[in-house]
């Protein structure tokens, strides 16, 4: 870890805490400013330090406090004005959890937000419907660790998950409890792979009984499901996420920006 450290103040005593330290960096400096917000030393309706002050404040890189600053807004608490600065909006986390994305990293950052409470793993064959639903060869034996993501504060499961992982990372499922990383990292970190390429799918769906009682959420309500595919070096599926999110706990940005080539009017 990073040698910065966040100052030992009455406020930031949960991130500075030895239950908190293994998390990463930012995101115990976003704890250390929620705290401020929800004692009222930044109000909501203020404005935030500038990432300067903020940086000489906890002593880390801008490019932290930047990274805690996504971390507070995918909770709903702050939001950013071009021009304005970073503005309080709530004293409290949101239920709901508003994603962006426009980098595989920022899939890292969604996972250290919502950690994953295991369930289940086991080993599975997938049969035709599971195959089509995943988008995956029929027959295929994957890894399968199945389970809920919590946001920290929120009284019901953020979604339900499923992960299948190719069987020759096998070693990454022994004994797994809650998982506050990405698996497919574990991947590149323990087998020396690099994930080059992640497939997303977004469709809506309602929920069974049985996923809606898991998520404390009503039967057959709106729900949005999630699958993404990740591929290695040669585009080998090595891993595969089912997310099952009732539709009132999760929206999803996706940022979109001209190449340079768009036509012209003649």
Known sequence: MSTDYIPSRRSDTRAASSS???????????????DRISSGTYPVGSLLPTEEKLC????????TVRQAYQHLRNQGLISARKGVGT???????NVGYSHSTQSISDLLHYAQGAPLKVRKVEEARVDTRIAERIGCRSGRTWLRVSGVREIPGANE?????????????????RDLGAVEDALWMRIEQQFGEVIVEVEQIIT????????????????????????????????RLVEISANLYPASRFSHLITLRRDGTWPTTP
């Open 204 to 235: 809506a769906t309602k929920l069974t009984k049985d996923e809606a009682g898991l998520l404390g959420s009503e039967d057959d309500s709106a729900a949005l499901r999630i699958i993404r595919r990740y591929y290695a070096t040669g585009r």
């Open 56 to 63: 000489q404040v906890f002593r880390v890189s801008r490019h």
């Open 20 to 34: 908190s330290i293994r998390q990463p960096l930012y995101v115990q400096v976003a704890h250390a400013i929620a």
């Open 87 to 93: 503005r309080v909006e709530a004293k409290a986390p």
């Open 157 to 173: 499961p953020h979604c339900l998950t499923e992960i299948y992982i190719d069987p020759a990372y096998g070693e990454l499922v």
